[in-house]
């Protein structure tokens, strides 16, 4: 076979290659699958404790509520929607807690010991807290304190951890 040959032959299968490496997706038109993604779901994120540890627990509203309606919705415990899967709160039913911010700091002040805080009841307030609507859009440094306490806990939610 001469040099002229062997090109034609490459030129011929090169020619070939795009025929038989189709990329075998039908023509099938659009599939309804559901709604688009839109990004963070609406309703109020609560973090409550179950079998695995602290779980996201989304109550479907028409929007968010600010971050002292979320704590208080916290504090009233699990739906019993909530309940029947499994949920429960490791905070105290009687409590209360006052939010303040200032930039990038989310101060929560109880009305309890902070003596009385299990860590999954401490990562039920921070991961409230840091996941509730932020004003600059990141997310705060949660500092939580009492009237017992000669210093603020300064937490991190475990879930939101990037480092």
Same mark, same amino acid.
């Given at each position: 076979?001469?040099? +002229?040959?062997?090109?034609?032959?490459?030129?011929?299968?090169?020619? #070939?290659?795009? #025929?038989?490496?189709?990329? /075998?997706?039908?023509?099938?038109?659009? !599939?309804?699958?559901?709604?688009?993604?839109?990004?963070?779901?609406?309703?109020?994120?609560?973090?409550?404790?179950?079998?695995?540890?602290?779980?996201?627990?989304?109550?479907?509203?028409?929007? +968010?509520?600010?971050?002292?309606?979320?704590?208080?919705?916290?504090?009233?415990?699990?739906?019993?929607?909530?309940?029947?899967?499994?949920?429960?709160?490791?905070?105290?039913?009687?409590?209360?807690?006052?939010?303040?911010?200032?930039?990038?700091?989310?101060?929560?002040?109880?009305?309890?010991?902070?003596?009385?805080?299990?860590?999954?009841?401490?990562?039920?307030?921070?991961?409230?807290?840091?996941?509730?609507?932020?004003? /600059?859009? /990141?997310?705060?440094? !949660?500092?939580? !304190?009492?009237?017992?306490?000669?210093?603020?806990?300064?937490?991190?939610?475990?879930?939101?951890?990037?480092?």
């Amino acid at each position: 076979m001469t040099a +002229r040959h062997r090109l034609a032959a490459a030129l011929t299968a090169l020619a #070939a290659l795009p #025929a038989l490496c189709g990329c /075998s997706i039908s023509a099938t038109g659009p !599939v309804k699958s559901g709604r688009p993604a839109t990004g963070i779901q609406p309703g109020t994120r609560l973090y409550f404790l179950g079998q695995h540890g602290i779980q996201l627990a989304i109550r479907p509203d028409a929007q +968010r509520e600010d971050l002292q309606q979320t704590l208080d919705t916290l504090l009233a415990g699990p739906a019993p929607a909530e309940t029947r899967v499994g949920l429960y709160s490791d905070l105290p039913a009687y409590g209360r807690v006052q939010v303040t911010t200032t930039p990038g700091v989310v101060t929560l002040r109880l009305n309890w010991s902070t003596a009385l805080l299990s860590a999954p009841a401490i990562q039920q307030l921070a991961c409230t807290a840091e996941d509730a609507p932020a004003e /600059s859009g /990141s997310v705060p440094k !949660v500092a939580i !304190v009492s009237s017992d306490a000669p210093s603020a806990i300064h937490q991190q939610c475990d879930l939101h951890r990037t480092g």
